[in-house]
């Protein structure tokens, strides 16, 4: 089945404990992307990769960093995650770019304490 | 960086009625997409826009890309208990470098009661 993996679906932490959330994707997909979900805000990029070892900062890129070593996997790290970093996360991922189709995760909700 | 003013923020009707929503720019978008979110899942791609004043359905839903291409509209007729989640508008954007970005809108809630 075609799908983005993304895990942990749920994660309590304590603030500056580095944390990586994982994304991996199934479907030979070249565009991978970080979102957060925050109420009243919509969602919002944190990162995103047009292809194997490219990657590029969205809207909120600050705290956070990704790789792009392999196409299938596109991991979220919090080197020091702070309390604003609680979120729900969602990676997603589409054959070229953002004009097609993203298909989406389910979602990692963080809370940093 | 480019927004989108999406409408009303939440909507409560009951089952059977109709439903519709929209999203404004004040800059041109080439694409408009609608996703819905339910509960506990990811955002998933109901409709494509790619043409202005395109009209598209997709079932009970139509989505249109406004002349001006700067507003879209999403309808959705005779809501069912399963239309209940989150709908979000979005719009490609190119930045100059030619990073690419998808902006989403804030989303509307939609609560259906039976």
């Known amino acids: 089945e075609a799908q983005v993996t993304q895990n942990p679906r749920y994660l309590i932490t304590v603030t500056g404990k580095k944390l990586t959330v994982t994304c991996s994707q199934n479907m030979n997909h070249e565009y991978m992307s970080w979102y957060r979900q925050d109420p009243g805000l919509g969602l919002r990029q944190i990162y995103y990769?047009?292809?194997?070892?490219?990657?590029d900062k969205g809207d909120v890129p600050e705290g956070y960093k990704v790789s792009r070593k392999e196409k299938r996997n596109f991991p979220l790290i919090l080197e020091s995650p702070s309390p604003n970093q609680t979120s729900l996360y969602f990676c997603?991922?589409?054959?070229?770019?953002?004009?097609?189709?993203?298909?989406f995760g389910s979602g990692t909700q963080l809370s940093v304490l | 960086g480019q927004q989108l003013n999406q409408s009303p923020q939440s909507m409560f009707i009951q089952e059977g009625e109709d439903v519709s929503m929209n999203c404004t720019s004040s800059s041109i978008f080439n694409t408009w997409l609608w996703y819905k979110q339910d509960p506990g899942e990811g955002p998933v791609l109901l409709i494509a826009l790619y043409k202005a004043g395109e009209l598209t359905s997709n079932g009970r839903l139509t989505a249109q890309f406004g002349i001006t291409r700067k507003d879209s509209f999403l309808n959705i007729s005779a809501s069912i208990p399963s239309d209940v989640g989150i709908y979000f508008c979005?719009?490609?954007?190119?930045?100059?470098?030619?990073?690419?970005?998808?902006?989403f809108g804030k989303g509307m809630k939609l609560t259906v009661n039976p």
């Open positions: 990769s047009m292809n194997v070892e490219v990657t």
């Open positions: 979005a719009g490609p954007t190119v930045y100059q470098g030619g990073s690419e970005k998808l902006v």
């Open positions: 997603a991922s589409s054959l070229t770019g953002i004009n097609e189709k993203l298909f």
